[in-house]
């Protein structure tokens, strides 16, 4: 494909642009459909970082050479430096999944 026919003339020597240029976002949902959206979302983000932390215990219990069981895993108490480890997890996790959100207000701190 020539450098005329690849999008907005870009050639190999021009990388795309990381973010998205142009109007704002489109928008899909009212304001009522988007709390319930958020309310899953938030849900969802609980269930999955339960689950990372239950799958963590697994791994760590089978490394220490135990099977785990569902007893043993429910028991797991974690030291400082795993909970330092998951903490670090979960903050990251937050972060990403919330980084459209953050990048708006951030946005909105930089207005006069």
Known sequence: MSEANTPEGRGPDKPRPRKATGPDRPRYLDAADLDKVMAVLLALTSEV??????VDSHERLAAGGILPSVEQVEAFMPDPVTEAQREAWRDAYLRRLFRVITEDVEALQQLP
């Open 49 to 54: 970082a339960a689950l990372r932390e239950r």
